[in-house]
């Protein structure tokens, strides 16, 4: 069984994570120039989207040799990234969200079967 889906819906997932981010900093820039109170704030949650979307494409190469390292890894970068920019990550969050219940829930290949790397 492949895990084709898996893979593009974390890599796709931690792309628009890594969009989010950019465009958070966007915004936490601008409101850093017109001297917005708290813009530093936004800023550092801007870098901490792009980190989430970072580990969520590591999870989704990963979900092919461990599925269930790859899951956990997605899943957890997209409910983290709801924590640091909220509502902009709902398309990368339910994107990453519904990947990682995808690997978590799926059986073992056979390849993973006999090298043992989904015990």
Known sequence: MSRNAELAL???GGLFGILTGIIVMFIGGIGGAVGAEGAETVTVLGFGAILFGI???VGGALVTHN???GGA???LSGILGFVTT???WIIAGLILIAGGIMALRSQP???QRSSGAAI
């Open 67 to 69: 599925h269930r390292a």
């Open 10 to 12: 974390g890599i796709v």
């Open 86 to 88: 909220s509502a902009f």
């Open 73 to 75: 890894l997605m899943l």
């Open 109 to 111: 290949t056979p390849d």
């Open 55 to 57: 580990i969520g494409i």
